[in-house]
């Protein structure tokens, strides 16, 4: 289960969004089945599920979603995953939000994650005071960041959505809005920085 404000549903025919182009999408699937748009959650309950043409108890047919890598035989997997937020907030309102939290728990900040890198491992992070300015953190990595956090420690998500773009062996996207989790630790990485470059990026 997810917040009931939350839907997820699968649309690989859905091949651009807000200008880009999306790798996981698909007209057919890699056992000859037409791509169907499949609703996985809705409002925060299960809904549905993705299949292949392996048949699976009280689901006899495939919805279009047999995928198979160059050297893998074809199974269940996401093609273009979109996952919504009903009512969802702009990030300014988001912001806000975040930043009365901290207050209501009497912290002195919170963290914001702009994007990640590695498993767990944020690319951009900064710390947010209570005035809402922010301040880059360089060397940490976040714990407790799973399922449960997810189904549990989501207190609110945002309007827009983000796009991800996996290249991998059976290529995927991801569309998702900007999470406020309720509880999550940021720790130090063990790995030592990088130096930072000594010239900012061009314009």
């Given at each position: 289960?997810?917040?009931e404000?939350?839907d997820?549903?699968?649309?690989p025919?859905?091949?651009s969004?807000d200008g880009?182009?999306l790798?996981?999408a698909?007209?057919v699937?890699?056992e000859?089945?037409?791509?169907?748009?499949?609703k996985?959650?809705?409002?925060?309950r299960l809904d549905?599920?993705l299949?292949?043409?392996?048949p699976v108890?009280?689901?006899?047919?495939?919805?279009?979603h047999?995928?198979?890598?160059?050297?893998?035989g074809a199974?269940p997997a996401?093609?273009?995953l979109?996952?919504t937020?009903?009512?969802g907030?702009t990030d300014?309102?988001?912001?806000?939000?975040?930043?009365?939290?901290?207050?209501?728990?009497?912290?002195k900040?919170?963290y914001f994650?702009?994007?990640?890198g590695g498993e767990l491992?944020?690319?951009?992070?900064?710390r947010v005071?209570?005035d809402?300015k922010?301040?880059?953190?360089r060397?940490?990595?976040?714990?407790?960041?799973?399922?449960?956090a997810?189904r549990?420690?989501v207190?609110?998500?945002g309007?827009?959505?983000?796009?991800?773009?996996?290249y991998?062996?059976?290529?995927?996207t991801?569309?998702?809005?900007?999470?406020?989790l309720?509880?999550?630790?940021?720790?130090r990485?063990n790995?030592k920085?990088?130096?930072?470059?000594?010239?900012?990026?061009p314009?």
């Amino acid at each position: 289960m997810l917040p009931e404000f939350l839907d997820v549903v699968d649309d690989p025919g859905l091949k651009s969004f807000d200008g880009k182009g999306l790798v996981g999408a698909y007209d057919v699937d890699d056992e000859g089945v037409p791509e169907q748009a499949v609703k996985l959650i809705t409002a925060g309950r299960l809904d549905g599920y993705l299949l292949g043409r392996e048949p699976v108890k009280d689901f006899p047919e495939s919805n279009g979603h047999g995928r198979a890598g160059i050297a893998g035989g074809a199974r269940p997997a996401i093609g273009v995953l979109k996952v919504t937020a009903t009512d969802g907030l702009t990030d300014e309102a988001l912001n806000q939000k975040l930043v009365d939290l901290a207050k209501d728990r009497g912290l002195k900040s919170v963290y914001f994650v702009q994007t990640m890198g590695g498993e767990l491992t944020p690319r951009m992070l900064y710390r947010v005071g209570l005035d809402g300015k922010r301040e880059l953190v360089r060397g940490a990595e976040l714990d407790d960041l799973d399922q449960r956090a997810l189904r549990s420690g989501v207190e609110a998500a945002g309007k827009d959505l983000f796009v991800a773009n996996y290249y991998g062996d059976v290529p995927e996207t991801v569309l998702a809005p900007a999470l406020l989790l309720d509880d999550v630790t940021v720790r130090r990485a063990n790995e030592k920085n990088n130096k930072l470059p000594f010239y900012p990026p061009p314009d």
